[in-house]
């Protein structure tokens, strides 16, 4: 029952966001064919065939069965209904083949310019309400790196310093991330580290993307959080062993300890007695602490990180909270473009890193139940961008097909013909649907595998 209800909240929770996105791209076509007097047919969320819906005056409003996309018909216009009725009849006012090449590439161009638009709105809207929480790089004095992790297998030693990716210093720690989308889908990609005396550059292969898709937990803020007792649980077996708040763990059974997660790791793998050597104020000590053995935990909290690193949160107006919602999309809209171009030339694996509906049902209900609402529309504006970046390649029957039909019109003064355009548009049908066939398979190998 429990994994019934589970499906049905990813499907919910799925539906919801793909009805925003679709919404929204068809609401930029909608409103700029009306602006320039085009009658629209019909505007349906998802594909035939049409469950239900309301008429009003030249346009059917309606909900459609299929739920990963949309359309708005405009008369005149040789679209996914592949409605070629027109041909051979005169070019009427209201329709899309009268009006000039640049109100119909406008028109064509709407949905992809609305996605971007719903991906400035949400960041904005986040930030001019959460602000921006960051932390100076110099509070960072190192990081834990596990053995068997990401960082480990490209070269990163615990107590590491990141102090630049790409050349570019860090100054701040912004959103709990050391790196932005751009940077860390960057193909020239670079991480310089302190190390002790050393500065060193780290330089990860080429597939690394790859890496980070089998282990995503890369470089997490956490990994820096110190072994430092922030509070001790009243009867648990830390206290009687003797530890006070404020204690700083720095070796358990004889090995050095400097981060909470390297500590909890080590209790975890510990046996029944074990040896914690602590500092408390200049003071080192020897204590035998006992784990509770159902649950292999000791009793005690961590230091508050947010004083520890002297987090600071920055707010903006509602000028510069648009600033930063335009940055950080784009900033993401510079990471998928980075992605692509790595995935289109081979340097990192289609199979890892293609996602289709079920990859993206599945992403979507795990940063909601991670994130709540804030995750559920972080994720959303991901996706707009993403939607609209797909959206403007120039393959027929996706806008940027339509787009390279006009702009071969408005170069040549020729328009393709009917028959022309129809024939790209059923090619343009086949290999979608090609595609969406693959990457729906592909994510359930995916899934199987994992």
Not at 126 to 132: A, D, P
């Amino acid at each position: 029952m429990e994994f019934i209800f589970s499906i049905l909240q990813t499907a919910l929770i799925f539906i919801a966001a793909i009805f925003i996105l679709v919404l929204v791209h068809e609401l930029g076509h909608f409103l700029a064919a009306k602006l320039f007097g085009m009658r629209v047919e019909r505007f349906s969320i998802g594909f035939p065939p049409r469950l239900l819906g309301i008429k009003k005056g030249d346009t059917d409003y309606c909900i459609s069965a299929l739920p990963l996309g949309g359309y708005v018909k405009i008369s005149g216009m040789v679209d996914e209904s592949l409605d070629d009725s027109f041909e051979g009849s005169e070019p009427k006012e209201y329709e899309f083949r009268s009006k000039p090449v640049w109100q119909r590439m406008i028109v064509i161009s709407a949905g992809v310019i609305f996605n971007m638009f719903l991906a400035y709105a949400i960041f904005t809207t986040i930030i001019y309400k959460q602000g921006i929480n960051r932390i100076p790089a110099e509070n960072i004095h190192g990081l834990y790196i596990p053995d068997s992790s990401t960082a480990a297998d490209i070269g990163f030693q615990t107590g590491d310093r990141l102090i630049a990716v790409n050349d570019k210093e860090i100054d701040f720690i912004q959103r709990g991330q050391f790196f932005s989308m751009s940077d860390i889908t960057s193909q020239s990609l670079r991480f310089t580290v302190a190390r002790g005396d050393e500065v060193i550059t780290i330089e990860p292969p080429s597939d690394f993307l790859d890496y980070l898709a089998r282990n995503p937990e890369f470089l997490e803020i956490q990994n820096a959080i110190p072994s430092k007792i922030g509070d001790v649980a009243s009867g648990s077996p830390a206290e009687a062993a003797g530890m006070l708040p404020g204690d700083e763990i720095i070796a358990i059974d004889g090995d050095t300890v400097g981060y909470w997660i390297q500590m909890v790791n080590k209790i975890q793998a510990g046996s029944e007695n074990m040896l914690f050597t602590i500092n408390r104020d200049g003071q080192t000590l020897d204590l035998m602490v006992s784990p509770d053995p159902n649950n292999r935990i000791i009793g005690v909290m961590i230091t508050d990180a947010q004083e520890f690193f002297g987090y600071e949160t920055i707010h903006y107006g509602l000028f510069g909270s648009l600033l930063q919602g335009v940055r950080q999309a784009h900033d993401t809209l510079g990471g998928i473009i980075n992605g692509f171009r790595q995935l289109f030339s081979g340097a990192i694996s289609i199979r890892e890193n293609l996602g289709g509906p079920v990859a993206i049902a599945s992403v979507t209900a795990e940063v909601t139940e991670r994130g709540g609402a804030l995750g559920f529309w972080n994720f959303t504006a991901f996706l707009s961008i993403t939607l609209a970046l797909m959206n403007i390649l120039p393959i027929p029957m996706l806008d940027g097909g339509h787009l390279m039909f006009l702009v071969y019109e408005a170069v040549t003064g020729r328009e393709p013909s009917i028959r022309v355009r129809m024939a790209m548009q059923q090619i343009g049908l086949v290999f979608l649907v090609g595609l969406m066939i693959f990457v729906t398979f592909n994510d359930i190998l995916r899934h199987v595998a994992n």
